[in-house]
Nanobody, 125 residues
Framework: QVHLVESGGGSVQSGGSLRLSCAAS?????????MAWFRQAPGKEREGVAT??????SNYAESVKGRFTISRDSTNTLTLQMNSLKPEDTAMYYC???????????????????WGQGTQVTVSS
């Protein structure tokens, strides 16, 4: 059974930074797969923010390129460093994962099998 638990959300002013973390508990050794961050603002669809493969390749949404950095360590802890935050980054942020198979850089929610409960990020102007 896979569990994903996010942490690190909060409130920050425009231009500030936050670091999100996602701890993944997996009942087997992970040698392949991908993890990602998604976000959903009120009244909007869930959108992919960034994804990273087990071997390190990453992909970002255009709206966050140059501001956000995704990383993953050998314990399957996923992080998202968010700099130069804007009010439009306000959303619930979710960690997602797919193990055993690559995601090919996909930012589509249908590519992921496991989801966390989310952590709120609020950016004020």
């Amino acid at each position: 059974q896979v569990h994903l638990v996010e942490s690190g959300g909060g409130s920050v002013q425009s231009g500030g930074s936050l670091r999100l973390s996602c701890a993944a508990s997996v009942g087997y050794t992970v040698s392949t797969g991908c993890m990602a961050w998604f976000r959903q603002a009120p009244g909007k669809e869930r959108e992919g923010v960034a994804t990273i493969e087990n071997f390190g390749a990453s992909n970002y949404a255009e709206s966050v390129k140059g501001r956000f950095t995704i990383s993953r360590d050998s314990t399957n802890t996923l992080t998202l460093q968010m700099n130069s935050l804007k009010p439009e980054d306000t959303a619930m942020y979710y960690c997602a994962a797919r193990f055993r198979y690559s995601c090919g850089g996909s930012l589509a929610s249908s590519s992921y099998d496991y989801w966390g409960q989310g952590t709120q990020v609020t950016v004020s102007s």
